[in-house]
């Protein structure tokens, strides 16, 4: 019990003195997430709106594996990766094992699925009197589809924020691709894992609690985007 | 409408200069190690002389030594410190790594419950293991191909005996601090590296339920070296680079640091790189 | 050739296999303006949905006498309008801005807006959807059609879920357009809406009744 006590009173501690170690975490985390979050939403968007929007041979299956892809164990993920970016690998060439870069290659695969499906559904429970409407007022499909993604905005960014949410407290990809090399791919997770493994429970706490503030503030944009759907 | 994506697009081009820059630093040198040396805080503690007097930026990443091998044959790793002899030389007889030298020692010890249920205080290794085995004590494994596990599993080969399929043999697949958590909570033995059980027994203070039960056997010692992954097989190696991480760690200076590294006030590793 | 803007042989519509529209002959004349009425169920709006080229007949023949692009030159004004999440002045110039118009656009809102009842178009030009009643939707969704200056305009049930005020103001409106040469095709059940405008009436679903071409319709309901 008293290493939950310490923890907090660990945590207090490093956000009152921003300890280098702490800040370099953080920072690892918010570059790497943004980095991921970057890629999965360029590639998945279009996606998911092609899935959503188009009709095309093979569309239901598409979905069906994008849908499938959601419940992929994370480890698996990071072993798939890793065989590619490893020196060895067919991407070994651009030595990304134990980068940031690297790191963030594997949560850009994880948060994929998210943004595709997701996307994907937020435009087929988009009102089809919306197509209708920009149809017979004489949007083209480059028009419609833009207004489409447009009027689906505030679905589409709780999925940024979902995916971004799921991104930021994960730990294997985390640790098998970055390595977890302190001021380079430590980050709040890796950083938690190895001080519960060397039984510094209280350092674990307090990163975990700041970690936990940080998904808050994610969940209070989420809670904006939702209010604001609604209006 | 459009303001969103700039917006996004800003996030990507900052994410992107912020992740993929390039370092500052002149070279950089990976080391693939075990957890217990940067668990002792021993890396911590030389890093900083090692890059003032080589100027070489020093990453590392700390698995377990069976994994820090693999690191190393994949070419994802420039150099090595680990504590796995046999092992060792396997790799470099495989033509893996070159030039491997040894650098210092600790060694492990033989953890149980304060009280010895089996009897064991005093014992050698061997005595001490087949007698655990025989009263049903238990004993908690690292099970994980580290170093420690590695020499555990040539301990029970030496005392000719096959633990695995004791009932009473737990194999944890977990780090040190883990295991000897499990081995607390069990009332059973442990195999562990001196430095963690520093660690440990510093945290755990009065209410240590686990005490030294054995130590001091030749069968105990264990020996951490270095090597360098072998340039013909991985080509981004930089032999030169490598050559000065060597030459740093037997240096005298190093050596005098190492003895000189105390963990709780104990001394941890003893150089041993001229022996 | 007649001035048939319109003119439709054995039009015919399915929906999953059921057929929702049967019209062996239909002829609408440029700048005339009609009503559709029938039961429910029995295929005006589907006739409407085709007279906007939203649909492709399954079978049957439909001539457009317009230009190249009917949808750019028939619009229609859902039953139920959507308005999209943005501003009522974006969602009025939508249509203008689809088609690169962009020159006058706030004297379009204005006098698209008053064409469709609002005396002043400015106070609503900030709201979004949610802040409108069912009525004034109604009217701006109206607003937006008008603003294209279409040549067609086809309106599914324009009067059935909006107040009396809002009612008015929308047969004002149509008056109007009819007026302009617009050419008008209106479904409606509302006595108070046939009776506010004099124009010829289609009537779907009757087995007999006085016009030279009398429209059969299934009894399935739509979809």
């Known amino acids: 019990m008293d290493y939950l006590i310490n923890g907090f009173s660990n945590a207090f501690y490093l956000l009152t003195h921003m300890d280098a170690a702490t800040l370099s975490a953080i920072y690892a985390t918010i570059a790497s997430t943004c980095y991921a979050m970057a890629a999965a939403l360029l590639l998945g968007v279009p996606l998911g709106f092609l899935l959503g929007h188009c009709s095309f041979p093979g569309k239901r299956a598409f979905r069906l594996v994008s849908d499938t892809l959601l419940a992929f164990p994370t480890v698996l993920i990071g072993l798939l990766v890793y065989a590619f970016i490893t020196a060895r690998g067919p991407l070994g060439e651009y030595g990304l094992l134990f980068t940031l870069p690297g790191m963030a290659i594997g949560q850009a695969v994880l948060a994929l699925p998210i943004v595709i499906s997701w996307t994907a559904q937020a435009l087929e429970d988009l009102d089809p009197r919306c197509r209708e409407t920009l149809l017979t007022l004489g949007a083209n499909g480059r028009q419609l589809a833009l207004y489409a993604l447009w009027e689906c905005r505030y679905a589409v960014g709780m999925v940024c924020v979902t995916a971004f949410g799921r991104v930021i407290t994960e730990v294997g990809v985390a640790m098998m691709l970055g390595g977890n090399i302190r001021y380079s791919t430590r980050t709040m997770t890796t950083a938690i894992a190895l001080e519960t493994s060397k039984g510094d429970f209280a350092q674990g706490i307090a990163l975990g609690l700041v970690l936990l503030l940080m998904a808050f503030m994610v969940n209070l944009a989420l809670a904006f985007f939702k209010r604001r759907g609604r209006a | ?275 | 050739m007649s001035a048939n803007l319109y003119e439709a042989r054995n039009l015919v519509q399915r929906y999953n296999g059921r057929e929702a529209l049967n019209v062996p002959h239909l002829a609408i004349e440029q700048g005339e303006a009609v009503f559709l009425t029938g039961p429910n169920g029995c295929g005006k709006s589907t006739l409407l949905r085709l007279l906007a080229f939203l649909e492709r007949p399954a079978a049957g023949v439909l001539r457009y006498a317009g230009g190249a692009d009917g949808r750019k030159e028939a619009t229609l004004l859902l039953q139920d309008p959507y308005l999209l999440h943005m501003s009522v002045f974006n969602n009025v110039v939508l249509g203008l801005k689809f088609r690169n118009q962009t020159a006058n656009l706030r004297q379009t809102f204005e006098c698209s807006m008053q064409a469709a009842g609002f005396d002043e178009p400015w106070k609503f030009a900030d709201r979004g959807p949610y802040e409108l009643s069912g009525g004034e939707r109604q009217r701006v969704a109206l607003a937006s059609r008008l603003a294209l200056r279409p040549k067609v305009l086809l309106l599914d049930e324009p009067t059935a879920n909006v107040d009396a005020a809002s009612a008015r103001a929308l047969a004002q409106a149509v008056k109007n357009c009819t007026a302009d040469g617009i050419t008008v095709v209106c479904s409606t059940h509302d006595p108070a809406l046939l009776r506010a405008i004099d124009i010829r009436e289609i009537k779907l679903g009757s087995s007999w009744d006085a016009e030279p071409a009398p429209l059969l319709c299934p009894s399935y309901p739509r979809r």
């Open chain 2, 1 to 275: 409408m459009f303001r969103f994506s700039r917006f996004l697009l800003l996030a990507c081009a900052a994410g992107y200069m912020v992740c993929a820059a390039p370092v500052l630093a002149a070279d950089t040198l990976m080391m693939a190690t075990t957890t217990s040396t940067q668990d002792s805080g021993l890396l911590e503690y030389l890093e900083p002389a090692f890059k003032q007097e080589t100027g070489i930026e020093l990453k590392w990443v700390a698995v377990g030594t069976g994994k820090a091998l693999e690191i190393a044959k994949n070419c994802d790793a420039d150099v090595l410190l680990v504590h796995a002899p046999s092992a060792e030389l396997e790799f470099v007889k495989a033509g893996h790594g070159v030039d491997r030298r040894q650098v210092m020692y600790n060694d492990f010890v033989i953890v149980g419950p304060a009280a010895d249920p089996a009897g064991v205080k005093g014992q050698t290794t061997a005595g001490a293991l087949k007698r655990i085995l025989d009263t049903g004590a238990g004993f908690v494994s690292r099970g994980d191909q580290s170093g420690t596990h590695k020499a555990e599993q040539k301990l029970w080969q030496q005392s000719n005996i096959t633990p695995d399929k004791n009932p009473k043999y737990f194999s944890a697949g977990q780090g040190m601090i883990s295991t000897l958590n499990m081995a607390a909570e069990k009332q059973a033995y442990a195999l562990t590296d001196r430095g963690t059980w520093i660690t440990f027994a510093d945290k755990m203070g009065d209410k240590n339920p686990l005490a030294i039960v054995v130590e001091g056997d030749k069968a105990l010692f264990n020996q951490y070296s270095v090597i360098t992954v072998n340039p013909a097989q991985c080509p981004k190696v930089n032999p030169a680079l490598a050559k000065k991480f060597e030459d740093w760690w037997v240096a005298p200076a190093t050596q005098q640091k190492i003895a000189g590294y105390a963990l709780k006030g104990k001394q941890l590793f003893f150089p041993n790189a001229d022996k």
